[in-house]
Structure formats: structure tokens, C-alpha cells
């Protein structure tokens, strides 16, 4: 008779957990040793199911639970509850979360109340600064406190979680999972009809041309909380200066889904004839864009660890950040959020080969992209798997 499997639940809510779990998701469901039940909390609707989408992910359990307007409060109360019943249906002997995120933290919680063992996937990042951002650095410390399984990005998210007083036995560094979904679609981007395919979605959906010798595009992001109001209105006004500038460029922008920062983008930018607002893209075409860029603006935690793989200077619309290791590698820059300040720097490096050529080196601070393999290994051996 087959050994029974060990069940484990993976839960996610939004567009960065799909992406950085999948990997995991697709580890454990090649093991003999696991079955994986995969929970959406659907803190994210659209956004959480095109990151799926992009690793043909159909969540076993969904909880649908985004409402317009939700605040942190909302997204935890509302796992919390709908955790529960799940918890002790599925009777899983572990709990996958990862990052820092509002569904991560309760679903980590929701797992200790039932009793079952939480294992934290991007574990240890810090700033230091209890609000920024927001409010993911304080559900980070949160998620330490209540995992029993760390696993560490980098050898800095190690020692952050050691200074934290967890047990180095309770810490594995395995990269950044992220990598690991990255070069998946880096890929399948090497193939000549995804080129086409994308060059051509880009042409005829978005009105931009992505052939070789096109005009530069900066590709820009940005979401956080803590950035809105006064501090994404000068980020604006900044891409807006940019843009009148140097006609040439191309700003592509494309919105998060968040009221908050459509809103304001919009008033400010739109109709400005060289920045594109466009809607968040999937996966593949998004990573597409991303390496045909000339360079990244974001505030974007995994964009920072993406940028460096592909070669493009980051410049962290942030005055902190909890992913140290690009500034380190000299492959990001935090510039803030004042407007002179971001204009400058991009001007400048756009006008600085030198510079630009140092930056925009590949890199991979943040992964060998096999960390998922690792993360598996560990749950392997740790929750009785061979
Ligand atoms: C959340 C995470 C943040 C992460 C980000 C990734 C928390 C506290 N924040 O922030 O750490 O960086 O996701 O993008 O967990 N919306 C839609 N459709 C979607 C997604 C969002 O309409 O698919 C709109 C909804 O109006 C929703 C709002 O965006 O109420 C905010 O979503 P929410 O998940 O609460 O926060 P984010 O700012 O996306
Ligand atoms: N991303 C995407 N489509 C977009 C913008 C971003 O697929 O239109 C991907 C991006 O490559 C990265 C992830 O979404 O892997 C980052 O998500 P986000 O910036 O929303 O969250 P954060 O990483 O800041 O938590």
C-alpha cells in the first residue's frame, strides 16, 4: 500500500504570493512525498488570478473574500474567519505562507490557533521602521513570531531573524523563490513566437512598439500605502517631468487595481502623449516588458529582486527598503519620493553610459533561482517525508 502523503495548504491572497509560491506549489506537487491543497484567500481578485494564470494554478479552495475599499482590518478579520472551518476540514500538517502581506500574517495565525505548524516562505526581511512600509514590516515581524519553519531569501534575512532571537536551527537561507518563477517565464520567453506574440499584444493592445530600436521606455510601478497622497502625487510629477523632458522616451505605467492609485495616476498623468497607463499585465507579458525596458522605477518589493536578473537598473521610488541587496550589488538605487530628486536621476543615468552600463550588469542578489527545491527538501525532512 502507498504511503499516505502529507497534506500541506498553501495559502495566498495576492499578485506577489502567486508568483512567489508557485514554484513551491509546483515542488511539492512533484514530490511523492506531499499533497498540496492550495487556498486563495483572494485578498486580490483579478490581479491573484492572472498571476495563476501565468503557472496554470487552480486553487483548491477559494475563499473570493476581496471587497472594494478593504482595509488591513477587513483582509484579516475576514481570514481569519474563513480560515477556520477550512483548517479543520483539511486537517493539514502544515501551513505555506509567504511574505508579508495581510493574508500571510492571518493565515499564519489563523494556523497557530488550530495548532498546525506555520512555514514562512521570504522570511527575515526588515527596515526597521515599524511604518514603512505598510503595514508589512510589522506584519513580518508578526509572521516571525508565529512560523516555526524560516525560510530566508539571503544571508541578511538570516541574521535579521537570528537578531529576532529564532533558533538558526528553525532558519534555512534557499534564495528568493521569485527567481525561480522568473527564469520559468524567462524561459518560455525564449521562445520566437512568445517574442512575436508579445511584441505583437504590446503593438495592437497598448499602442507600443517593443521592436529593437524603438524609442527607451522606463517602466514604472508603484502601490504602497504608506506612498499615498502627497508622496505619489511628486512621484507623478516627476514621471510628467520626465516625459516633457525627452519626447523620446516612453513611460509605461501599468495601474495597480487599488482605487487609491488609480485615481491620483490618472488626474495626473493621463493624456500626457508619452506615458502609457495601462492595466497590470500578466505575468509573462509583464516580464517581457520588463526586460526590453531601459530601466525600472518601482516601489515594488518584487520587482526589486526581478530587475537585477534582468539587467535593468532599479531606481526604488522608497526611502527605505527591506531588500537591501540590490543597493549593495550596486544594481538599485533609493531615490525617494521627491520629485526633483527621481527626475534627476533618471535624466542622469539615461545620460551616463558608464553609469548606466555598471548598473544595468545581470545580476542575482536575491536567488540561484532553486530555491523552491530547497524550501521542498526541508518540508521533506522536517515533516516526516523522506
Ligand atoms: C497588497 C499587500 C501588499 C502587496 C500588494 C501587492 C497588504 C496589507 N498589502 O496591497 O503588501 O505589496 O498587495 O500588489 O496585504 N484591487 C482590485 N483587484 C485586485 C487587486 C486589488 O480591485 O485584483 C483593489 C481593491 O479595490 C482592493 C484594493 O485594490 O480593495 C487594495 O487591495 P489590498 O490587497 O487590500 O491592498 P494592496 O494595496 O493591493
Ligand atoms: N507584476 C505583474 N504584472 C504587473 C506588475 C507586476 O505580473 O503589471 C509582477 C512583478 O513581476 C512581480 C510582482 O508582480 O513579480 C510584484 O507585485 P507587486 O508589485 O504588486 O507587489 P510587491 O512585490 O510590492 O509586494
Redo the contacts with the bound molecule.
Keep these: 500500500m502507498a504511503a499516505r502523503r502529507i497534506k500541506v495548504l498553501a495559502v495566498l491572497g495576492?499578485?506577489?504570493e502567486a508568483?512567489?509560491l508557485a514554484p513551491v506549489i509546483a515542488g511539492l506537487r512533484a514530490h511523492p512525498s506531499f499533497r498540496v491543497c492550495v487556498c486563495a484567500t483572494a485578498q486580490h481578485r483579478q490581479?491573484l488570478d492572472?498571476?495563476l494564470d501565468?503557472f496554470a494554478i487552480t486553487p483548491d479552495i477559494d475563499l473570493d473574500l476581496m471587497r472594494a475599499g478593504q482595509e488591513p482590518d477587513d483582509v484579516a478579520a475576514a481570514v481569519l474567519r474563513a480560515l477556520r472551518p477550512v483548517l479543520q476540514a483539511e486537517k493539514p500538517r502544515a501551513v505555506i505562507v509567504q511574505?508579508?502581506?495581510t493574508t500571510a500574517f492571518a493565515a499564519a495565525l489563523a494556523a497557530f490557533h488550530q495548532r498546525v505548524p506555520v512555514a514562512h516562505v521570504e522570511a527575515g526581511l526588515r527596515t526597521g521602521d515599524r511604518y514603512f512600509p505598510f503595514p508589512?514590516e510589522i506584519n513580518r515581524r508578526l509572521l516571525t513570531t508565529l512560523a516555526d519553519l524560516h525560510f530566508a531569501p539571503t544571508a541578511g534575512a538570516r541574521r535579521n531573524l537570528l537578531a529576532c532571537g529564532v533558533d538558526a536551527r528553525a532558519v534555512w537561507v534557499t534564495g528568493n523563490t521569485?527567481v525561480d518563477?522568473?527564469r520559468l517565464v524567462q524561459g518560455r520567453l525564449r521562445a520566437p513566437a512568445a517574442r512575436r506574440r508579445w511584441l505583437d499584444y504590446f503593438r495592437r493592445v497598448w499602442d507600443l512598439e517593443l521592436e529593437d530600436g524603438a524609442p527607451p521606455v522606463i517602466l514604472v510601478?508603484g502601490?504602497?500605502r504608506e506612498s499615498f497622497g502627497p508622496p505619489l502625487r511628486r512621484a507623478c510629477l516627476a514621471l510628467r517631468d520626465i516625459a516633457r523632458l525627452d519626447r523620446r522616451l516612453r513611460i509605461v505605467y501599468?495601474l495597480?487595481l487599488n482605487p487609491g492609485v488609480r485615481q491620483p495616476v490618472r488626474s495626473l498623468l493621463g493624456g500626457e502623449e508619452n506615458i502609457r497607463l495601462i492595466e497590470?499585465?500578466?505575468?509573462e507579458p509583464?516580464?517581457f516588458l520588463?526586460a526590453r525596458a531601459r530601466l525600472v522605477l518601482?516601489?515594488?518589493?518584487?520587482?526589486q529582486e526581478?530587475a537585477p536578473v534582468l539587467g535593468k537598473p532599479v531606481l526604488v521610488m522608497r526611502r527605505e527598503t527591506e531588500r537591501p541587496e540590490g543597493v549593495g550589488a550596486g544594481r538599485a538605487e533609493l531615490v525617494g519620493t521627491e520629485r526633483r530628486v527621481i527626475a534627476r536621476r533618471v535624466m542622469e543615468l539615461l545620460s551616463d553610459p558608464a553609469g548606466y552600463r555598471r548598473m544595468a550588469r545581470p545580476a542575482s542578489p536575491y536567488g540561484d533561482g532553486r530555491a523552491a527545491g530547497r524550501i521542498v527538501a526541508v518540508l521533506a525532512r522536517r515533516l516526516g517525508g523522506t
Design positions: 495576492t499578485r506577489p508568483i512567489k490581479m492572472q498571476a501565468a511574505g508579508d502581506t508589512e521569485v518563477a522568473l510601478t502601490h504602497r501599468p495597480h497590470p499585465l500578466a505575468y509583464f516580464v520588463m518601482t516601489d515594488s518589493g518584487g520587482i526581478e
